[in-house]
């Protein structure tokens, strides 16, 4: 019996300790767990005080007391250092992101947005009894990139003024307001969010212009592969306003477009037509050309003379199939990017170019016009002549007319108008992709093809912030928990299996004692 009381003060500490833990995180005294423990572990303490006192009086002068004094003192002294840590982490708070995938990172492109914010951006979540852990979360990672950023949770069904005053129709609504403006996301999602963000921070929308009449594939166009939809959506995420533009049937480019897209004409551009994008151009305006595939009107001559040199060929590379062996594919992926090159600064993701024609820097180029190349192909691609034997005979070879890999299939164009003898202030721009089919609806989805398509165009019209890898609608897996399956993981986890093993521990020491 004694030997048990005099273990009841290492049991009541042990109790105690963790009663107090647990109340300074769930800030509750009535929480069952806490007010068991407090009193279990005052009473073992009362009783062993009671039993033990004067014993305990005595041994304080033992000398292996003092070394257990001593250790107590190191231990509390380890304890102060965490809580020193843990307060200095709370005041100056970093993230580290290392899941393979990043899925508590924001994307880069969200990140430059939330740089460029001039005032505050207040964010209202309208989710049901003012709970959403998921948006929750979310919306204070993009607070905790920016202190502009400013969230608050309401619960409709307490705060009916404040539906009514945002136009709130929905559950799991986002109210964001930047200034003036303000609008309702119900994509709680990276990528909703920030495409809002962009609209609310962007204070004019610039023109995009796709020239029609040549048989190019249609901006509107939702459901062929070849349609140009996806695209358009893209843009106008960005701000963007896109139309079609028939130029036939104008003098002109209109003055108002930021930039002009040729996007694969199936026939050849009229006179007129050459001629008002020429002049266009030599304005410094800004063009991304998309050429067709082998056989479709390529622009060469216009193109030549801004030192772009297209090829008549395609590009082909072996793909390794299981089970199967090496075989020809018209669909190289690229994943060598020009470094010094706003578009592709930084970029290392992979991109796919189906039915690509080789682009390079002409042999001759103008003073005042600098050709870079932004993109190539692999080292076991080759730029095929014989494109007739790969269409109709499936069969390729590397023959010494062939020019083997890597090959460039997209460039940069920047012309200083003056040095070219135009009296006119600034540059013009140009991009030239190989072909048109890595921007379409069926592949502009795949791998990185929709940053890339997207970081021309920025760069193009002058909007280079803009420039960066976008937010993914698809993020890797994660585990939700309900509060009460949260607290439970809380209480087994950080309290009763250390407890456990402590007084576990602490039993086998006193009893071997």
């Known amino acids: 019996m004694s030997k048990l009381l005099e273990f009841s003060g290492l049991a009541g500490a042990v109790l105690t300790l963790f009663g107090l833990i647990a109340f300074f995180f769930t800030e509750s005294a009535a929480d069952p767990y806490v007010l068991t423990h407090l009193i279990l572990g005052v009473l073992f303490l009362g009783a062993y005080f009671w039993t033990q006192g004067r014993n305990l009086l005595g041994s304080l002068s033992r000398r292996s007391t003092r070394y257990g004094l001593h250790s107590g003192l190191y231990s509390l002294l380890l304890v102060g250092i965490l809580v020193l840590v843990n307060f200095l982490n709370g005041r100056y708070h970093y993230r580290w992101d290392l899941t393979e995938m990043k899925v508590f990172s924001l994307s880069p492109q969200t990140v430059k947005v939330l740089g460029q914010l001039k005032q505050d951006l207040e964010i209202y979540g309208f989710f049901e009894r003012g709970e959403n852990t998921r948006a929750s979360d979310l919306v204070k990672s993009y607070a905790y990139h920016s202190k502009q950023v400013k969230f608050t949770a309401v619960d409709p069904d307490r705060h009916p003024e404040m539906v009514k005053q945002f136009k709130v129709q929905q559950l ?75 130029l036939s049937t104008q003098e002109k480019v209109p003055a108002d477009s930021s930039a002009l897209i040729i996007a694969a004409p199936e026939r050849s551009l009229v006179g007129h037509e050459v001629a008002a994008i020429e002049s266009y151009v030599k304005n410094g305006g800004r063009l991304l050309v998309m050429l067709p595939s082998p056989g479709g009107d390529t622009m060469k001559n216009f193109l030549a003379t801004w030192g772009v040199e297209v090829g008549e060929d395609i590009v082909v590379d072996q793909v390794i199939r299981l089970f199967a062996g090496p075989s020809l594919g018209v669909e190289p992926i690229a994943e060598t990017y020009s470094p010094a090159h706003p578009i592709t600064r930084g970029f290392k993701e992979r991109t796919l170019f189906p039915l690509v024609r080789s682009v390079e820097e002409a042999k001759s180029v103008k003073d005042g016009v600098e050709v870079t190349s932004l993109v190539k192909t692999g080292a076991t691609s080759w730029a095929e002549k014989d494109v007739n034997g790969v269409f109709k005979q499936g069969k390729a070879a590397l023959g010494p007319e062939d020019k083997q890999g890597p090959i460039s299939i997209g460039v940069a164009v920047s012309a200083n108008l003056k040095k070219l003898g135009i009296e006119k202030e600034g540059d013009a721009k140009i991009v030239v992709l190989g072909t048109a089919a890595f921007a379409n609806n069926r592949s502009i989805g795949n791998f990185f093809n929709r940053d890339l398509f997207l970081n021309a165009v920025n760069w193009l019209v002058g909007q280079e912030e ?4 976008r937010a993914r609608s698809v993020r890797a897996s994660r585990v939700q928990l309900t509060g009460s399956e949260g607290a439970m993981v809380f209480y087994l986890s950080f309290l009763i299996l250390p407890e456990i093993l402590l007084i576990s521990g602490l039993a086998v020491w006193w009893r071997r004692r």
Do not use: C, W
């Open 466 to 469: 803009m420039i960066s890898i």
């Open 172 to 246: 799991n609504t986002l109210h964001l307001r930047y200034g003036q403006e303000s609008m309702n996301v119900t994509e709680t999602t990276e990528e909703g969010i920030t495409k809002a963000l962009i609209k609310l921070t962007k204070a004019t929308k610039k023109n995009i212009l796709f020239l029609t009449g040549h048989g190019e594939p249609k901006i509107e166009d939702r459901e062929a592969p070849q349609g140009f939809a996806a695209a358009k959506e893209a843009l106008e995420n960005e701000n963007y306003q896109v139309r079609e533009l028939l």
